[in-house]
């Protein structure tokens, strides 16, 4: 009986390495909150994998809080999902070691992330950096996540080699976890380079849109978007045309509207009306979010009790697998 009503788990998390993005808010957590109902939601604030970078310490703290201001600001109920930090759990750190000790040198070494971050990174290729992975893997294992939300599926495949290495040593520890691919996975793309994600770190500071941006800023950023140079400045979808492609499927996600009536509706209209529009509706969109994080941000109480109880329901389900794992591998128990 309790098995067969047992709601799936998902996990997944964004590092507070920089402000929350348009691209992750469309991308990640709007989706989140449409799971929240028929699933076992666990959001993390990852800030263990945050320093495998090195932070300013008084922006790292203010931006977990603030991450998770504007988590329950996109939507995000705290009651209905276990929202927490990860720093909060000792076991993802605990899992993590153990973790790296089944992680072959080989395998990490073939990870496109790694390869990207320490050439961004080439003064500080730490071996945390490395293990990422390995500590991945911890947090999803822990909570015998059934579905990762993510975009990179590489990192939920290592995971689950991991486990399978794992659970095929000690028998069936590790829940083997899949990816998945939101029905309608908004990929949003960086609004000056539309060939590149939408990112924290893409160098043209216009290419990016914050959640906690300022109307006047988001403004100048989509009237400085790039678009292309077609006669005509025709309004449609198609792939030779990324950056109007982008611009529109923003436009959907604002709105509602499909991509059809949105070539529609801006018919004959040219980009220099067509920009400003959609800026305008992620002003819109974005507006009631920002205020929401802004009142909540001032209530330092309300997110630390919020937090307090995110960890200790976290760490309840963590410390379960944690056990099991220590037993199994031999460690003596007390
Ligand atoms: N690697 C991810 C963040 C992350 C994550 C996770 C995502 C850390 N642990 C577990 C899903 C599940 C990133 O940097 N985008």
């Known amino acids: 009986m309790e098995e067969a009503a047992r709601k799936k788990i998902i996990f997944s998390g964004i590092q507070p390495s920089g402000d929350l993005t348009l691209g992750s808010y469309m991308g990640a957590i709007k989706n989140w909150v449409a799971l929240s109902d028929e699933y076992e939601c666990y959001y993390c604030i990852v800030d263990m994998h945050a320093i495998t970078v090195r932070q300013v310490p008084a922006d790292l703290r203010r931006r977990a809080l603030s991450q998770l201001a504007q988590y329950i600001a996109c939507g995000l109920d705290p009651k209905k999902n276990t929202l927490f930090i990860q720093s909060h759990v000792p076991a993802h ?54 579905l990762v939300p993510v975009d990179q599926k590489q990192h939920v495949e290592i995971c689950r080699d991991i486990a399978m290495r794992f659970n095929n040593i000690y028998g069936d520890v590790f829940t083997i976890p899949d990816p ?23 160098k043209d500071p216009g290419g990016c849109i914050y959640i906690m941006q300022s109307p006047d800023d988001i403004m100048r950023c989509f009237k400085r978007a790039v678009t292309d140079s077609e006669t005509g400045h025709c309004v449609y979808a198609c792939p030779e045309k ?32 067509f920009k400003p529009a959609v800026g305008e ?53 007390i």
Do not use: H
Request: with cysteine.
């Open 93 to 146: 750190a605990q899992l993590g070691w153990v973790l790296d000790c089944y992680t072959m040198f080989g395998e990490l070494s073939r990870m496109t992330q790694f390869k990207d971050k320490s050439s961004k990174n080439a003064d500080n290729i730490n071996a945390g950096l490395f293990t990422y992975p390995a500590l991945m893997a911890a947090d999803i294992l822990l909570y015998q996540t059934d």
């Open 180 to 202: 998945y691919i939101p029905p309608t996975g908004a990929r949003i793309m960086s609004l000056t380079s539309p060939e590149n994600k939408m990112s924290k770190s893409d």
């Open 242 to 273: 990324l950056g109007v492609t982008n611009l529109m499927q923003i436009y959907s996600v604002c709105t509602g509207k499909t991509m059809d009536e949105i070539e529609a509706e801006f018919d004959g209209m040219g980009y220099g009306a």
């Open 281 to 333: 509706a992620v002003v819109e969109t974005l507006r009631p979010i920002r205020e929401e994080a802004e009142r909540l941000m001032k209530d330092k109480a309300y997110l630390e009790d919020i937090l307090r109880d995110g960890a200790e329901r976290a760490a309840y389900a963590a410390n379960r697998t944690l056990r099991k794992v220590y037993k199994k591998i031999g460690f003596v128990q």
